[in-house]
């Protein structure tokens, strides 16, 4: 074996045996392990990675002694890892049935726009470009400041409904609609600087539903802004309990800044009563719109049974390291 072989097959089996490594301990969970979490994120990378390595390394190896044969099976296993959590929404069944094109009336429709603008973003003329050429019926909007909310005053002759809560720690949040919004109410669960918008939606149908706009804390720790670290994440808790108590149909939208296969994700879609819309769908990845590579889905809706979805688009970029995101739901 030359030199040359020798340290492209030790480069491989130490990438191997760090993508093992780092995919069973994203199984791993424990309050105040931040990091932890953040092993949870980029699945798709994993799968990706272990996918290349496992035939390279097969192709390399001189000798299937054990340390081979333990290397395989641990990168088979990682395969099964991110596989399991990864393949439902690139080839599972949709959990939120798409909207036949005869039963839909647009009165029982709604359109929403969800975008995180990134606070130290100076590209609102491009984002409202976005607006202006998808005209959804709502838009949620986060990282909001007072200079945010100066550059967005055009969007109140199109929206006779908004709720605006900006502030300066990059959770500050507005909400616009066309449809008239009543029993609004500004909670917040794990910290006073993060806001939510839970407020009953009124279509032109008449029809009624409940709209709750969030954005938690991420799970990294942060000096400048709040953060959850070392802290159970309690708001998607509670917002699950708000729509178990509620007797009118929900959506449930925002940056939950965590990805939707997490445990806490799934145990929210679980006592909530909720289906994700990207399952069966696509992945959808909304951040990091800076990278080409290190993306992962963080803007998510959430919706029961009452909505079939029309649309699902990821909308192009515009000075965000989020991407906005669209969708339109018909409400049976």
């Known amino acids: 074996m030359s030199t040359a072989h020798k340290i492209f097959l030790y480069v491989v089996i130490f990438l191997s045996a760090l993508l093992v490594i780092l995919s069973m301990a994203s199984l791993v969970r424990g309050v105040g392990y931040w990091y932890s979490n953040v092993l949870d994120f980029p699945r798709t990378q994993y799968l990706i990675g272990v996918l290349i390595l496992l035939p390279v390394f097969a192709w390399l190896t001189p000798r299937w002694d054990w340390p081979s044969r333990v290397l395989a099976v641990g990168l088979l296993a990682a395969i099964g890892v991110q596989s399991t959590l990864i393949l439902p929404y690139l080839i599972g069944p949709e959990r939120v049935e798409a909207a036949e094109a005869g039963e839909v009336s647009e009165d029982h ?33 986060m990282e909001v400041n007072g200079r945010w909310m100066d550059e967005l005053t055009s969007l109140d002759q199109d929206y006779a409904h908004a709720v605006k809560q900006p502030n300066d720690v990059a959770y500050g949040m507005a909400l616009y609609s066309k449809f008239p919004l009543s029993g609004t109410e500004i909670k917040h669960f794990n910290h006073d600087d993060i806001p939510s918008i839970h407020t009953r939606v009124t279509l032109p149908s008449g029809r009624e539903f409940m709209f709750h706009g969030i954005h938690p804390a991420a799970p990294v720790p942060s000096k400048r802004y709040p953060d959850n670290q070392g802290e159970k994440e309690i708001a998607l808790g509670k917002v699950a309990d708000l729509v178990k108590q509620e007797s009118l149909p929900a959506i449930v939208c925002g940056d939950f800044n965590d990805v939707s296969w997490s ?70």
């Open 263 to 332: 445990q806490t994700a799934k145990f929210f879609q679980q006592e909530g009563g909720l289906d994700n819309v990207r399952l069966g769908r696509g992945l959808y990845n909304s951040f990091d719109a800076t990278s080409w590579f290190m993306r992962w889905p963080l803007d998510h809706y959430f919706v029961n049974r009452a909505f079939a979805v029309r649309e699902l688009e990821r909308l192009p970029k515009f000075g965000s390291d989020h991407f906005p995101m669209y969708a339109s739901f018909y409400l049976r």
């Open 109 to 141: 429709t709604v359109g929403i726009l969800l975008a995180n603008v990134l606070q130290t973003s100076h590209s609102s003329e491009a984002f409202l470009e976005i607006v202006r050429d998808r005209d959804p019926d709502m838009l949620l909007v």
